[in-house]
């Protein structure tokens, strides 16, 4: 079993909006990481917690924030998004160091 | 910078022949490399991986090559089915870092 599940799978959102991306996996895996992908462009890694601890934060904007309430689930707190936000949103999780990583499929989201 | 680079962005291939498709990095301290799958409006899909260990890895209808010397690995497909069309990823990853790295993918379209 390699389910990592996103939710919602769209979120269309204004820019003085409050959401939440959510993210959840029962594969055991001690990291859980969110990804960034945009349109014909690969993806690109935002944030890495390991063992719950935030471990990577690669410079990402202050309106998206992190957070991982237990080994199972880790969420993205959005605030006052741009639409230049607009993406994909892809949730992965691994058993760490030098094992593969496994996407969920992923949340789309619009910043109007 | 680009450190993983996919120089082909779209292959065709007949139905039945070989698919191969390339990956390139610069990054030497690469050891770990992976290779992804992706539908339109879903997360990658996680096909094959192999470790600076080896130069072969194989797993049903693929196999990946790596060339250390080179900086180079290629994924094999054979024989490519229809279901095989999707933009596939090369990654690359440094053993402790936790960072996938991804190239820009190569769209594969079989011809029937």
């Known amino acids: 079993d390699t389910e990592v599940t996103q939710t919602p799978k769209h979120l269309v959102m204004g820019m003085t909006n409050k959401k939440s991306l959510k993210c959840e996996q029962h594969m055991g895996h001690r990291a859980m990481y969110w990804y960034k992908q945009k349109a014909k462009k690969p993806p690109e890694l935002m944030f890495v917690?390991?063992?719950?601890?935030?471990?990577i934060n690669e410079s990402v904007p202050s309106r998206f924030s992190p957070e991982c309430p237990n080994s199972s689930l880790l969420n993205l707190h959005l605030h006052a998004l741009q639409p230049e936000d607009s993406a994909l949103y892809l949730c992965?999780?691994?058993?760490?160091?030098?094992?593969?990583?496994?996407f969920g499929e992923g949340s789309w989201l619009t910043v109007v | 910078d680009q450190q993983v680079k996919q120089n082909s962005p779209s292959l065709s291939v007949q139905e039945g022949r070989i698919s191969i498709l390339n990956c390139d990095y610069t990054?030497?301290?690469?050891?770990?490399f992976l290779w992804y799958k992706k539908y339109p409006a879903e997360g990658p899909t996680f096909l094959i991986s192999i470790s600076s260990i080896k130069d072969k890895n194989e797993d049903g209808r693929f196999t990946v090559f790596l060339n250390k010397s080179a900086k180079h690995l290629s994924l094999h497909i054979v024989p490519s089915q229809p279901g095989d069309s999707a933009v596939y990823f090369c990654?690359?990853?440094?053993?402790?870092?936790?960072?996938?790295?991804f190239g820009t993918g190569t769209r594969l379209t079989i011809i029937p």
């Open positions: 917690y390991s063992y719950e601890k935030l471990s």
């Open positions: 990654a690359a990853d440094v053993f402790g870092n936790e960072k996938l790295t």
């Open positions: 990054n030497s301290m690469f050891d770990y």
């Open positions: 992965a999780s691994s058993r760490g160091q030098g094992n593969t990583i496994y």
